[in-house]
C-alpha cells in the first residue's frame, strides 16, 4: 500500500505534540483536550476509547482534519495542520484521509456506485478510471454484486461497507472510523471489524473511536481517554485473542 | 468539482423535488413570459408603427375648424372654405399638394349587402397628399371631379363587407339611392390607433357636393378639411405658422384672439401613440420586473430550505475534500439551473403569449434573438443574484457541525 522506507527510523504518520482544544460557547469555555500527545506510526491499528465527554470526538475531529487544535502541533503525513488554509485541509481530507462515520452518511439519492464515486469529485487530479476504481472498492469490501442499490435498498452492514469503500476511493494513508459500528447490531459489527482488519492487514493505517471494549479489541494498540486527557497508551496483546476468537465467529457466521 | 458534475448534481437534486422546484419557478417562468410579451408586442407594435406612418405618407399636414362646443368660447362660426384651400396653395409655397375634404355618412347598398361607412369627398390630389394606392382598379382623377363623376374607391374593409371575395371594380352600388360605379379598391391601411383606416369611400368632392348629405353642412363652398403635403424637408412648424397665420388675416382674427382652425400633423398621433405604448411597455415590464422579483425571491426561501435540508449532506461533501468554492459552485448551479429550466419554460410560454397578441392586434409576430438572450440573461442573473445567498450560507457551514446535523 505504502512505499515503506528501508530504515527502521520511520516518521510517523500522525504527531499529536500537548494538542489542546477549546471551545469557547458564550458563557464560558469548554476545555475539551488539555494536552494530547502521541503518535501514530504508518500501518497501526489504533482504537481510541473513552466515555462521552472524554474529548475522543474532539480528537476524531483533529486528526480528520475537520477542525484546527486550540494550542500544540498535529502533523498527519508531515503536514502540520495548524498552518493549512482550508482548501488545504480540503485537499488532505479528499486525499489522505478516509472518512468512516457511525451514520454511515451516504446520499440517498445516489446508488452505491455513485456514493463511492463521490469524494473523486473533489479530487484536484483529472480521474479518468473513476468508475472502474470504485468498482473495485466496491468488490474489496464485498459488495460487488450491489453497484446499482440505493442506500434504501441496502441493510446497515452493506450500506457501512460502501461507505467504506467510498472512504478508500482515493487509495488514502489513513482510515478514520468515528463509532463506525454504533448503528450495527452485534454480529454485523464484528464484520465492519473484521473488514478493517483485512485493510489493517493491507497496510492502511487504521484508526476507530469506539466506547464498546469488544470493538477496541480489534486493535492492536489501545488509546484511552478521560476529560480531555490521554490516560492510557498500550499494546493489547490479550485483546488480540479476542480478536482472534472474533475473527473465527465472523468467519463461521457468513453465510 | 467541474461544471458538469455541479450541472449534474443540481438537475438529479431538482429532479428529486419536481414538484416543489415546479412551484418555485412560476414566478420566474412568468416574469420571463412577461419579457418576451413585452419585447415581441413593443417589436412588433413598432414595426406596425412605422408601416402606417409610411401608409400615410410622412410631411402631411390636416386643416380643421376648431369645434366651438370643445373650447366652450363664443364667437362667430368660422368655417373652412373652398377659397382658403385656393388661397394657401396660392401663398404657401411648401405646400406641394392640397385637397379639399367634405364628409359624411350614407349606407351604401350592393345587391343584398349593406355598409354604412363615412365617405370622403375629395380632389384628385388626395392621392398624391396620402400615397393613396390602389389593390384593384385606379383612385379618382381629375375628370372624375371635374365632371362630378358617379363613381366611387372602397376602402378595403368596405370592399370586403359589400362584395365579399367577389370582383368589386365596375360593379354598380347604391349610394342613398345613387347608383355609383365601384372605379377602384384602396390598398388595406388596417388599424392605426385602433382605427379601422379602411371603413372609408372616397368619391370625387363635387359628386358629394351636388348628390350626397354632408354632415354639418352650412354653407355651400364649405369644407370639413383641407389636407397639404408639404414639401419634403421643409421646417413643418415654420409652414403651419405660415398657413395659420394665413388664416387668422382670412377671417380677420385678431391677434390675442381665439384661433378657429387647428393645423395638425397625422404622424403627432401616431408618436402619441407610440408614446402611449412607451408607458405601457414601462408598466408592463415593471410587472414582468416584480414578477421575477417575487420570484427570485421565492427561489431564494426554496434554496434556504434546501441548504438547511442538506446540511449533513454538506458536512459529509466537506468531509470527503469538497472545498467552499466547490460547495458555493454546486448550490450556486442549482439555482440557475432552476432559473434557467424556469426561463425556457417562460420563454415557450412568452412566444406562445406574443403570437396570441400579435395575432389579437394585428402586428407582426416577432420574438427578436435580443429577446430571447434577454430573457435567458435575466433568469440567470436571478439564479446568481438569488441562489447566492442559499449558496453562500451552504459554503460557510463548520463541517462538524453539518456533519452531525440530522
Same mark, same amino acid.
Given at each position: 500500500?505504502?512505499?515503506?522506507?528501508?530504515?527502521?527510523?520511520?516518521?510517523? &504518520?500522525?504527531?499529536?505534540?500537548?494538542?489542546?482544544?477549546?471551545?469557547?460557547?458564550?458563557?464560558?469555555?469548554?476545555?475539551?483536550?488539555?494536552?494530547?500527545?502521541?503518535?501514530?506510526?504508518?500501518?497501526?491499528?489504533?482504537?481510541?476509547?473513552?466515555?462521552?465527554?472524554?474529548?475522543?470526538?474532539?480528537?476524531?475531529?483533529?486528526?480528520?482534519?475537520?477542525?484546527?487544535?486550540?494550542?500544540?502541533?498535529?502533523? &498527519?503525513?508531515?503536514?502540520? &495542520?495548524?498552518?493549512?488554509?482550508?482548501?488545504?485541509?480540503?485537499?488532505?481530507?479528499?486525499?489522505?484521509?478516509?472518512?468512516?462515520?457511525?451514520?454511515?452518511?451516504?446520499?440517498?439519492?445516489?446508488?452505491?456506485?455513485?456514493?463511492?464515486?463521490?469524494?473523486?469529485?473533489?479530487?484536484?487530479?483529472?480521474?479518468?478510471?473513476?468508475?472502474?476504481?470504485?468498482?473495485?472498492?466496491?468488490?474489496?469490501?464485498?459488495?460487488?454484486?450491489?453497484?446499482?442499490?440505493?442506500?434504501?435498498?441496502?441493510?446497515?452492514?452493506?450500506?457501512?461497507?460502501?461507505?467504506?469503500?467510498?472512504?478508500?476511493?482515493?487509495?488514502?494513508? &489513513?482510515?478514520?472510523?468515528?463509532?463506525?459500528?454504533?448503528?450495527?447490531?452485534?454480529?454485523?459489527?464484528?464484520?465492519?471489524?473484521?473488514?478493517?482488519?483485512?485493510?489493517?492487514?493491507?497496510?492502511?493505517?487504521?484508526?476507530?473511536?469506539?466506547?464498546?471494549?469488544?470493538?477496541?479489541?480489534?486493535?492492536?494498540?489501545?488509546?484511552?481517554?478521560?476529560?480531555?486527557?490521554?490516560?492510557?497508551?498500550?499494546?493489547?496483546?490479550?485483546?488480540?485473542?479476542?480478536?482472534?476468537?472474533?475473527?473465527?465467529?465472523?468467519?463461521?457466521?457468513?453465510? | 468539482?467541474?461544471?458538469?458534475?455541479?450541472?449534474?448534481?443540481?438537475?438529479?437534486?431538482?429532479?428529486?423535488?419536481?414538484?416543489?422546484?415546479?412551484?418555485?419557478?412560476?414566478?420566474? =417562468?412568468?416574469?420571463?413570459?412577461? =419579457?418576451?410579451?413585452? @419585447?415581441?408586442?413593443?417589436?412588433?407594435?413598432?414595426?406596425?408603427?412605422?408601416?402606417?406612418?409610411?401608409?400615410?405618407?410622412?410631411?402631411?399636414?390636416?386643416?380643421?375648424? #376648431?369645434?366651438?362646443?370643445?373650447?366652450?368660447?363664443?364667437?362667430?362660426?368660422?368655417?373652412?372654405?373652398?377659397?382658403?384651400?385656393?388661397?394657401?396653395?396660392?401663398?404657401?409655397?411648401?405646400?406641394?399638394?392640397?385637397?379639399?375634404?367634405?364628409?359624411?355618412?350614407?349606407?351604401?347598398?350592393?345587391?343584398?349587402?349593406?355598409?354604412?361607412?363615412?365617405?370622403?369627398?375629395?380632389?384628385?390630389?388626395?392621392?398624391?397628399?396620402?400615397?393613396?394606392?390602389?389593390?384593384?382598379?385606379?383612385?379618382?382623377?381629375?375628370?372624375?371631379?371635374?365632371?362630378?363623376?358617379?363613381?366611387?374607391?372602397?376602402?378595403?374593409? #368596405?370592399?370586403?363587407?359589400?362584395?365579399?371575395?367577389?370582383?368589386?371594380?365596375?360593379?354598380? *352600388?347604391?349610394?342613398?339611392?345613387?347608383?355609383?360605379? *365601384?372605379?377602384?379598391?384602396?390598398?388595406?391601411?388596417?388599424? #392605426?390607433?385602433?382605427?379601422?383606416?379602411?371603413?372609408?369611400?372616397?368619391?370625387?368632392?363635387?359628386?358629394?357636393?351636388?348628390?350626397?348629405?354632408?354632415?354639418?353642412?352650412?354653407?355651400?363652398?364649405?369644407?370639413?378639411?383641407?389636407?397639404?403635403?408639404?414639401?419634403?424637408?421643409?421646417?413643418?412648424?415654420?409652414?403651419?405658422?405660415?398657413?395659420?397665420?394665413?388664416?387668422?388675416?382670412?377671417?380677420?382674427?385678431?391677434?390675442?384672439?381665439?384661433?378657429?382652425?387647428?393645423?395638425?400633423?397625422?404622424?403627432?398621433?401616431?408618436?402619441?401613440?407610440?408614446?402611449?405604448?412607451?408607458?405601457?411597455?414601462?408598466?408592463?415590464?415593471?410587472?414582468?420586473?416584480?414578477?421575477?422579483?417575487?420570484?427570485?425571491?421565492?427561489?431564494?426561501?426554496?434554496?434556504?430550505?434546501?441548504?438547511?435540508?442538506?446540511? @449533513?449532506?454538506?458536512?459529509?461533501?466537506?468531509?470527503?475534500?469538497?472545498?467552499?468554492?466547490?460547495?458555493?459552485?454546486?448550490? !450556486?448551479?442549482?439555482?440557475?439551473?432552476?432559473?434557467?429550466?424556469?426561463?425556457?419554460?417562460?420563454?415557450? !410560454?412568452?412566444?406562445?403569449?406574443?403570437?396570441?397578441?400579435?395575432?389579437?392586434?394585428?402586428?407582426?409576430?416577432?420574438?427578436?434573438?435580443?429577446?430571447?438572450?434577454?430573457?435567458?440573461?435575466?433568469?440567470?442573473?436571478?439564479?446568481?443574484?438569488?441562489?447566492?445567498?442559499?449558496?453562500?450560507?451552504?459554503?460557510?457551514?463548520?463541517?462538524?457541525?453539518?456533519?452531525?446535523?440530522?
Amino acid at each position: 500500500m505504502t512505499a515503506s522506507g528501508a530504515g527502521s527510523i520511520e516518521r510517523p &504518520i500522525i504527531e499529536c505534540v500537548g494538542l489542546t482544544k477549546i471551545y469557547d460557547i458564550g458563557v464560558e469555555k469548554v476545555q475539551a483536550l488539555r494536552g494530547v500527545t502521541f503518535n501514530v506510526r504508518r500501518g497501526e491499528f489504533i482504537a481510541i476509547m473513552g466515555a462521552s465527554g472524554s474529548g475522543k470526538s474532539t480528537l476524531a475531529n483533529l486528526l480528520g482534519a475537520l477542525d484546527k487544535p486550540t494550542s500544540g502541533d498535529l502533523t &498527519i503525513d508531515g503536514a502540520a &495542520i495548524a498552518r493549512m488554509s482550508g482548501d488545504e485541509l480540503a485537499r488532505l481530507r479528499n486525499r489522505d484521509i478516509g472518512f468512516v462515520f457511525q451514520q454511515f452518511n451516504l446520499l440517498r439519492r445516489m446508488t452505491a456506485l455513485e456514493n463511492v464515486l463521490l469524494p473523486l469529485n473533489y479530487s484536484q487530479s483529472k480521474v479518468s478510471d473513476g468508475a472502474t476504481r470504485a468498482k473495485a472498492k466496491l468488490e474489496e469490501v464485498g459488495l460487488g454484486a450491489r453497484l446499482g442499490h440505493t442506500p434504501a435498498q441496502l441493510s446497515g452492514g452493506q450500506q457501512q461497507r460502501v461507505a467504506i469503500a467510498r472512504a478508500l476511493i482515493n487509495n488514502p494513508n &489513513i482510515i478514520l472510523a468515528d463509532e463506525p459500528t454504533g448503528a450495527l447490531d452485534t454480529h454485523t459489527s464484528h464484520e465492519i471489524m473484521r473488514l478493517f482488519s483485512t485493510l489493517h492487514a493491507k497496510g492502511l493505517t487504521v484508526i476507530v473511536i469506539t466506547h464498546e471494549p469488544d470493538i477496541a479489541g480489534y486493535a492492536e494498540r489501545l488509546l484511552q481517554f478521560r476529560d480531555g486527557k490521554l490516560i492510557s497508551d498500550c499494546r493489547q496483546d490479550i485483546q488480540q485473542d479476542n480478536r482472534q476468537d472474533n475473527l473465527a465467529l465472523a468467519a463461521g457466521g457468513e453465510p | 468539482m467541474t461544471l458538469g458534475a455541479c450541472l449534474r448534481e443540481a438537475i438529479t437534486a431538482l429532479r428529486l423535488n419536481a414538484l416543489r422546484s415546479g412551484l418555485t419557478a412560476i414566478g420566474v =417562468i412568468i416574469g420571463v413570459a412577461g =419579457i418576451i410579451v413585452l @419585447s415581441a408586442a413593443g417589436g412588433g407594435a413598432n414595426r406596425k408603427i412605422e408601416q402606417q406612418i409610411n401608409a400615410l405618407g410622412s410631411d402631411t399636414l390636416i386643416i380643421a375648424p #376648431v369645434k366651438m362646443e370643445n373650447t366652450g368660447q363664443r364667437g362667430p362660426v368660422v368655417l373652412l372654405t373652398d377659397d382658403d384651400a385656393k388661397a394657401i396653395a396660392e401663398r404657401v409655397p411648401e405646400i406641394v399638394h392640397i385637397t379639399r375634404e367634405v364628409d359624411g355618412n350614407v349606407t351604401i347598398v350592393a345587391g343584398n349587402a349593406s355598409w354604412t361607412p363615412e365617405y370622403w369627398g375629395v380632389d384628385a390630389s388626395y392621392a398624391d397628399v396620402f400615397n393613396v394606392k390602389t389593390s384593384e382598379g385606379r383612385f379618382l382623377d381629375e375628370r372624375d371631379v371635374r365632371s362630378a363623376a358617379k363613381v366611387i374607391v372602397l376602402g378595403a374593409t #368596405v370592399a370586403e363587407k359589400l362584395f365579399g371575395g367577389a370582383q368589386p371594380v365596375d360593379q354598380i *352600388v347604391r349610394m342613398g339611392g345613387v347608383p355609383m360605379r *365601384v372605379i377602384g379598391v384602396r390598398s388595406t391601411l388596417g388599424f #392605426v390607433g385602433g382605427q379601422n383606416q379602411d371603413n372609408h369611400v372616397f368619391v370625387p368632392i363635387t359628386t358629394a357636393r351636388s348628390r350626397l348629405p354632408q354632415k354639418e353642412k352650412i354653407a355651400p363652398r364649405q369644407l370639413n378639411l383641407i389636407d397639404m403635403k408639404v414639401l419634403a424637408g421643409a421646417d413643418r412648424a415654420a409652414v403651419k405658422e405660415a398657413i395659420l397665420a394665413l388664416l387668422r388675416e382670412r377671417k380677420h382674427i385678431r391677434d390675442g384672439e381665439q384661433d378657429r382652425f387647428d393645423v395638425f400633423d397625422p404622424t403627432q398621433f401616431v408618436e402619441l401613440m407610440n408614446a402611449t405604448h412607451g408607458t405601457l411597455s414601462l408598466l408592463l415590464g415593471a410587472t414582468a420586473a416584480i414578477s421575477l422579483l417575487v420570484g427570485g425571491v421565492g427561489i431564494m426561501n426554496i434554496m434556504l430550505v434546501s441548504v438547511t435540508e442538506r446540511t @449533513s449532506e454538506i458536512g459529509l461533501r466537506m468531509a470527503v475534500g469538497a472545498r467552499k468554492r466547490d460547495i458555493l459552485a454546486q448550490f !450556486l448551479t442549482e439555482a440557475v439551473a432552476l432559473c434557467l429550466a424556469a426561463g425556457i419554460a417562460g420563454l415557450a !410560454l412568452g412566444a406562445a403569449g406574443a403570437y396570441a397578441t400579435a395575432a389579437a392586434a394585428g402586428w407582426p409576430f416577432i420574438v427578436g434573438p435580443q429577446s430571447v438572450a434577454l430573457a435567458l440573461a435575466a433568469s440567470v442573473g436571478v439564479g446568481v443574484a438569488f441562489g447566492y445567498v442559499p449558496a453562500r450560507r451552504a459554503a460557510s457551514l463548520n463541517p462538524i457541525d453539518a456533519l452531525r446535523h440530522e
